[in-house]
């Protein structure tokens, strides 16, 4: 049985920080890419950022370029978004999700978490 249990949200005032975890069990997160979407209130969920099973690639929405990290931590099968320069209009749900295959540009998201709950007061 997959499950991804994401971690560490929270309230955070405008333009501070925060890293959000994904742990896995069930899959082994080099052998799948993985990615976060968030889901922002009264608006459709949003595919922020995506990384290769091996990390080499990533990917990130308009929205969040330059701003939010993602990665893995291959030996603890986790995956993480480092989060700086947080905006009110980053306040949302955030969801880990691993996708059907090891390249992003090429898969489906087919596993998901519960999300966790990220608020930026202005």
């Known amino acids: 049985q997959v499950q991804l249990v994401e971690s560490g949200g929270g309230l955070v005032q405008a333009g501070g920080s925060l890293r959000l975890s994904c742990a896995a069990s069930?899959?082994?997160?080099?052998?799948?890419?993985m990615g976060w979407y968030r889901q922002a209130p009264g608006q459709q969920r949003e595919l922020i950022a995506s990384?290769?099973?091996?990390?080499?690639?990533?990917d990130y929405s308009d929205s969040v370029k330059g701003r939010f990290t993602i990665s893995k931590n291959i030996a603890l099968n986790t995956v993480h978004l480092q989060m700086n320069s947080l905006r009110p209009e980053d306040t949302g749900v955030y969801l880990c999700?691993?996708?059907?295959?090891?390249?992003?540009?090429?898969?489906?998201?087919?596993?998901w978490g519960q999300g966790t709950q990220v608020t930026v007061s202005s």
């Open positions: 990384i290769s099973n091996g990390g080499a690639s990533t």
């Open positions: 999700f691993g996708y059907d295959s090891g390249s992003w540009s090429m898969g489906r998201p087919k596993y």
């Open positions: 069930g899959i082994i997160v080099s052998h799948y890419a």
